[in-house]
């Protein structure tokens, strides 16, 4: 079964209005929440990532959700289930990662148990602050569709972890084990719009966010392959277009606008219709929900070994 899928029935049988997005708002107290489990083997493997990393990461990426609905990050907490093989410094140093990340932002409380293998649960809780939320529900026809930073980073990332390359001052492998939250360009968005407008973080993917708001919205995304931005090395992957688009976990942010702010690039617009659409030198190609998903890295079925 597809994570969408489970969505999907979890939403039908409660009902509730705030699940949808990676953060719930809850306009009554001027607040977003959001939760991200990690598993090892799942969403990590030990053997490629350090504890300071590994703690580092839990952080940015519960980060990257906040910076992706607008909200300025308040306090986090932390949840961990731990096998008997974890040691003393490894906590240490798991921590140390997480106070890097999370900098002034504080770490209030959690829980921790017993596990078969490390799982880490974060919730990472936002306020409004006069800002503007977003949701993938309001991209509208004529809007820009604009992306931060990099694509395709952080798998190729992993591939060259997978092939035994681990270098920390390779711009891949640091893009996958040391994410960036873009909570400046997210503030400046938040802070400017006056529009409704729609924005994801990329940590399932670019194609996986612009079709996700593209069917939310009830628009089709049209983009050009060729204005996202990447690393020019990452052509020596083979199947680099496949890492810009479907990779997952660089946590960027893709938003639609109408105006262009600072540290974003437009790739394309918001068209009237439904789906996605992108533009190649030669040809096109419009995808699916579906045919996006069988693209995707499932979390039920396959693990990061």
């Not at 996605?276 to 419009?286: A, G, N, R, S, V």
Request: hydrophobic share 40%.
């Amino acid at each position: 079964m597809k994570e969408h899928e489970l969505i999907g029935i979890i939403k039908g049988e409660l009902n509730s209005k705030y699940i949808g997005d990676d953060c719930a708002y809850i306009t009554d107290a001027g607040i977003v929440v959001t939760q991200d489990n990690l598993v090892e083997d799942i969403h990590f493997c030990l053997e490629y990532i350090s504890p300071f990393e590994l703690g580092y990461k839990s952080v940015m990426v519960n980060l990257s959700d906040i910076a992706a609905s607008g909200a300025e990050p308040l306090c986090l907490t932390v949840g961990l289930s731990l096998p008997k093989y974890v040691t003393t410094e490894f906590i240490k140093d798991f921590y140390r990662g997480m106070k890097k990340a999370a900098g002034k932002i504080q770490i209030v409380g959690g829980d921790i148990t017993g596990g078969d293998k490390v799982f880490i649960s974060v919730t990472a809780i936002g306020k409004d602050s006069d800002r503007k939320i977003s949701s993938r529900k309001f991209a509208k026809s004529g809007q820009k569709i604009l992306v931060s930073g990099n694509h395709g980073s952080s798998a190729a990332g992993l591939e060259l972890l997978k092939s035994g390359i681990s270098d920390r001052n390779n711009p891949f492998i640091k893009a996958h084990l040391m994410p960036m939250a873009r909570l400046d360009i997210s503030k400046n968005i938040a802070k400017t719009a006056n529009k409704n407008y729609a924005m994801m973080d990329t940590s399932d993917g670019l194609a996986d966010a612009l079709s996700a708001i593209a069917y939310a919205s009830g628009v089709k995304m049209v983009i050009n392959f060729d204005k996202i931005p990447k690393y020019k090395n990452l052509e020596q992957f083979e199947n680099y277009k496949d890492l810009v688009l479907y990779g997952g976990e660089d946590y960027e942010l893709v938003a639609t606008l109408d105006f262009i702010p600072e540290g974003m690039t437009v790739i394309g617009e918001v068209m009237k219709g439904q789906g996605l659409e992108i533009i190649y030198d030669d040809y096109k190609e419009i995808l699916t929900r579906k045919d996006i998903e069988r693209k995707l890295y499932n979390h039920f079925e396959g693990n990061e070994k």
